[in-house]
């Protein structure tokens, strides 16, 4: 890296404290009041920091933090990563994290879908690496075609090499406005969002998956080098060799997370077989697929924000004797809309004892009243946790699906665990 201007030095300074004085006085972790006060004394940071550094910008609807954790943690095997990977993804938290780890070379940054054209332009960054888009936070996010329209066009607009998801039809039609690319069969469990073609609006058909193509403009799914097969626990290198991956980050879209993973960390020239090994030591991110036992009971965590998100949370629950408690809020960080509640299909949790907590719980219950899954309402999880066991002396496990605020609550309770 060069050295930075004397300005750009008083700023990234000046930021650090603030961060530091925020996680002192635990008003929160200081990645973005840092950044905000670094952008006061020098607007330009970002793209300052940027100079010199081989960084990777991560995006899509679901699975950018846990990707964002699992790129940082293969690339630590040649040294520093200058990374944001609790979640801090708008530029404030970028200058965070690069002001944070100034020697790094290598970097790894979580990007906002509705900020990657920004973040890009400022980084220049060496990779791109896009997943999915989905419908999310329906009263303040760009509607996603959109999104994918802007992402488009700025990538047409740079030399940055693209690593994206090629099994979903809005993020290969983002990617291919990139002059290259690699493509990776990730999967995309979540289809809702893409029978229309995002090039000309016709139908897409999908006889076979994860094949889909156009039979209008001819925009088709493009030939992917890296693919996983969920089947068999494998990912499928270039090269046709099949790595088991035993991953201990539970379903397959922490699968498809490894595989974007492994294609980006080949890029900065490590071999896939060690890359998955590394990326077995990450069993949790951020609190998320954590496992915490209280009153004799194991309670694991997961994340949901949206449709997408929740359908793959549901794939990963234990058998039905294990009950589930879901929480849902509606915060700014949450989006105030919850009609997205209508879109996901909750019949699966018939078979099971399910308890609803959060702000909004009233809405989670009319929903699930309508699709006929009996539930119980509750204020916390100590409390669901005490009538279960005077219920059920033997219960020893309970698993929690929770959107962002209701999650970071519930996280707090437990002492923010990792």
Not at 57 to 72: C, E, H, P, Q, V
Not at 138 to 145: G, L, P, T
Not at 239 to 266: C, E, H, S, V, W
Request: glycine fraction near 6%; hydrophobic fraction near 40%; proline fraction near 5%.
């Amino acid at each position: 890296m060069s050295e930075l201007p004397l300005r750009a030095q008083l700023a990234s300074v000046l930021g650090r404290s603030a961060a530091s004085l925020s996680r002192a006085t635990g008003r929160g972790d200081g990645s973005v009041i840092g950044g905000r006060v670094a952008l006061k004394v020098e607007p330009d940071l970002l793209a300052k920091l940027a100079q010199g550094r081989r960084l990777a910008l991560i995006s899509a609807t679901n699975g950018k933090t846990t990707t964002t954790r699992l790129i940082a943690q293969a690339l630590r095997e040649f040294g520093d990563v200058a990374t944001n990977e609790y979640g801090a993804n708008m530029p404030t938290g970028h200058i965070t994290a690069l002001s944070d780890n100034k020697s790094a070379v290598n970097g790894v940054l979580e990007v906002d879908e509705k900020y990657l054209p920004q973040v890009l332009k400022a980084t220049n960054p060496s990779f791109v690496v896009l997943m999915n888009l989905s419908r999310d936070q329906m009263d303040r996010a760009s509607e996603i075609n959109l999104l994918a329209k802007k992402w488009r066009t700025a990538l047409a607009q740079t030399d940055t090499h693209v690593i994206a998801n090629a099994d979903d039809p809005l993020v290969a039609w983002a990617g291919l406005g990139a002059p290259n690319a690699t493509w990776v069969s990730a999967g995309q469990r979540w289809k809702e969002d893409s029978w229309c073609c995002p090039e000309c609006g016709g139908h897409l058909k999908r006889e076979t998956d994860p094949h889909w193509e156009c039979p209008e403009c001819g925009l088709a799914r493009p030939s992917a080098t890296w693919a996983v097969d969920n089947d068999n626990d494998v990912l499928v290198a270039p090269d046709g060799q099949q790595i088991k991956l035993r991953m201990n980050l539970p379903g397959d879209a922490n699968r498809a997370n490894a595989a974007i993973a492994a294609a980006t960390a080949a890029g900065y020239g490590m071999h896939p077989e060690r890359t998955i090994e590394r990326l077995r030591e990450v069993t949790s991110v951020a609190g998320r697929y954590t496992s915490v036992v209280t009153m004799g009971v194991e309670v694991r965590l997961l994340l949901s924000k949206n449709p997408a998100g929740w359908l793959e949370s549901f794939a990963v629950l234990d058998p039905p004797r294990v009950p589930v408690i879901l929480a849902v809020n509606a915060q700014i960080p949450d989006g105030k809309d919850t009609s997205w509640l209508w879109d996901v299909d909750y019949t699966v949790l018939r078979d099971r004892r399910v308890f609803v907590m959060g702000e909004r719980r009233t809405d989670l219950a009319l929903r699930l009243e309508t699709d006929e899954v009996p539930f119980e309402v509750a204020d916390r999880v100590d409390e669901v946790l005490a009538k279960l066991k005077a219920e059920r002396p033997d219960i020893t496990k309970v698993d929690v699906i929770a959107n962002y605020t209701a999650f970071q609550q519930i996280r707090t309770a437990y002492g923010r665990v990792q």
